[in-house]
């Protein structure tokens, strides 16, 4: 499921350079072995959603800013059949696992499939995700941060997770290519000839874009800080949020989901459905008799947001939060959310780092 191989972040240097104008017809070679999804503009100004490519590609927008909603979509959708049922019994649902491509993933999205790989592949594999995963490649392409990106904080401004199979560096009038794997290796077999090996000017214009990147995260975190929004308790928040859950249904790591069983109107057939849902809905937690385990407003919040910094407790316990930024601009009540996780990750590196010096007072290495 995850691409193993040469996709250490320090193996950058070494890839391929891919003209602008070339990255059309590549993709149209792609498109005729597998469907291709990209970051696409829709009608409402400033939104842009994975879509998928159709007829003659032109240079797709390698600079788009962040989809509506993450590519978690295509790989657990939400609204899906698990298996029907009748007189006869339970008959479980195909599963779309057509080859497919997602490109244009920013290092923050293929961060979170990172994260989604290891939750839903550990101990007791959900193999309708694992076998659309197994099936999908990953293209990604940087960007250049806005104000409500903080991916720097967390660490996922940069693809170091070997998940992705190639990515995109925009250096102008080209693209810096790093290839990730064998299946990565594959992608460029299908159309070599567009490709070609990097000079020392491409190192150069490389290290610009990078070091570019590295002021723009930094200039945000800095005017976040100036804010000082993020001191609310969680009091405070809970009085604040509507709890409507459009954090959860944009954010990329969030796997709250419920099931629903549809029955025909004579009983003798029906259908099981997963859904996304939000640990911030008040019937989310509901048990027989009309117990709720955090009733109040602020304990489901307090919950969320922990459970993004520390994890749930199943063998995948960290940080959770990509620093995407689609909480911030989504929250209709327009809570500082970038801030307050910004900041309870960097509370996190300290403890960890406190307990880190604790458990080896002397400084050796192990």
């Known amino acids: 499921m995850c691409v193993t191989g040469c996709g ?36 409402a100004e400033g939104l842009c959603a994975l879509r998928p490519l159709n007829g ?9 800013r962040r989809t509506m909603l993450p590519p978690k979509k295509l790989l657990l959708p939400n609204n899906e059949t698990l298996f029907t049922f009748d007189a006869e019994g339970y008959h479980p649902a195909p599963v779309d696992d057509a080859p497919t491509v997602l490109f244009g993933l920013h290092p923050c999205d293929l961060r979170a499939i990172s994260l989604l790989d290891r939750f ?39 693809p170091r997770d070997a998940v ?19 299946s990565g290796a594959a992608l460029i077999d299908l159309d070599r000839k567009r490709f070609r090996h990097p000079r020392p000017a491409d190192r150069l214009a490389l290290q610009r874009r990078q070091q570019l990147r590295a002021r723009m995260l930094e200039n945000g975190r800095a005017r976040r800080q100036a804010r000082g929004d993020a001191q609310w308790s969680w009091r405070e928040w809970s009085a604040a949020c ?24 004579d009983g003798a057939s029906g259908e099981r459905v997963r859904r996304w849902s939000a640990c911030l809905y008040q019937n989310y ?21 922990e459970h993004k910094m520390l994890g749930c407790g199943v063998g995948e316990e960290g940080v959770k939060c990509v620093g ?32 880190a010096a604790a458990a080896n007072p002397g400084g050796e290495e192990s």
């Open 164 to 182: 992705y199979d190639l990515f995109l560096w925009s250096l102008e009038d080209r693209f810096w290519v790093t290839v990730n794997g064998e």
């Open 120 to 158: 839903f592949g550990a101990r007791i594999a959900d193999q309708r995700y694992v076998q659309r995963r197994a099936a999908t490649r990953l293209i990604g392409a940087d960007c250049l941060p806005d104000d409500a990106c903080f991916c720097h904080s967390v660490v996922a401004s940069e």
């Open 285 to 305: 937690d509901r048990a027989a008799g009309e117990h709720h385990f955090r009733n109040e407003r602020m304990e489901r919040a307090r919950n969320r947001f």
């Open 324 to 355: 995407c930024g689609r909480c911030v601009v989504n929250c209709p009540a327009q809570l500082p959310l970038g801030e307050a996780l910004e900041r309870a990750a960097g509370n996190l590196q300290r403890a960890q780092a406190i307990k």
């Open 242 to 265: 509507f709890t409507c859950g459009a954090c959860a249904m944009v954010c990329p790591t969030c796997v709250c989901t419920t099931q629903e069983e549809h029955p025909s109107l």
């Open 8 to 43: 250490s972040w320090e193996g950058v240097m070494s890839g391929w350079i891919l003209p602008q104008a070339e990255l059309g017809p590549f993709l149209q070679t792609v498109r005729e072995q597998m469907q291709v999804f990209a970051p696409t503009a829709v009608e």
């Open 56 to 64: 003659a590609i032109g240079p797709p927008d390698t600079e788009a």
